[in-house]
């Protein structure tokens, strides 16, 4: 990508970058299809303009509540992102809100991955919907906590049925030798 920091999935454009909605990223919104959508090229960025999608934004209280204070029964994997919670986000979490069973990620600050990486994830599948993709349904990004909340697969990941665990870690050092 010309003019790009960075390379591969999570480059970035020199300037903010605009993706036209009719290139269908929600197929299923024929109002949603026509617009134009400015994406944040940075967390303050975002911060300044969070309405630029239809995700929820939480807070990390909120995100504390849903996992019972992250408790460890609550883990249900961890990778190069951090750690994920299983959650519950219902009225003791946000009055009003619809019971909902989610996935937390949890950037890990020590991780490989950072502000860049989880941006890019709040700013594709913030705005991509797809009966194949899990749902992004909002985020946390208040102080240095950086959280993504998706709809939680009762059956696992596509991951999880393709390449068992004992299996998983094999191919990703195979795919990454070769």
């Keep these: 990508m010309e003019g790009a920091i ?7 454009p020199r300037s903010n970058p605009v993706i036209p909605q009719n290139a269908n990223l929600n197929a299923h919104d024929p109002e949603k299809a026509n617009s134009i959508v400015v994406i944040p090229k940075n967390v303050k960025d975002l911060r300044q303009n969070p309405g630029s999608s239809d995700l929820d934004i939480f ?10 204070h992250f408790r460890p029964d609550k883990v249900l994997g961890e990778g190069g992102f951090g750690i994920v919670y299983k959650g519950v986000i219902d009225e003791n979490v946000r009055p009003g809100y619809k019971t909902t069973y989610v996935a937390i990620k949890e950037l890990d600050p020590e991780s490989l991955q950072g502000d860049r990486e989880w941006l890019a994830e709040v700013n594709y599948l913030g705005h991509i ?8 349904i909002g985020y946390c990004c208040e102080d240095y906590h ?15 049925h393709l390449f068992p665990s004992e299996y998983s870690v094999s191919m990703s050092v195979h795919v990454d030798k070769g």
């Design 146 to 160: 950086r959280l993504l909340v998706y709809e939680y697969m009762a059956s696992g990941s596509l991951e999880k």
């Design 129 to 136: 919907r797809h009966p194949n993709l899990v749902k992004l």
């Design 6 to 12: 960075g390379h591969g999935v999570g480059a970035y």
């Design 59 to 68: 807070t990390y209280e909120e995100m504390k509540l849903s996992t019972k």
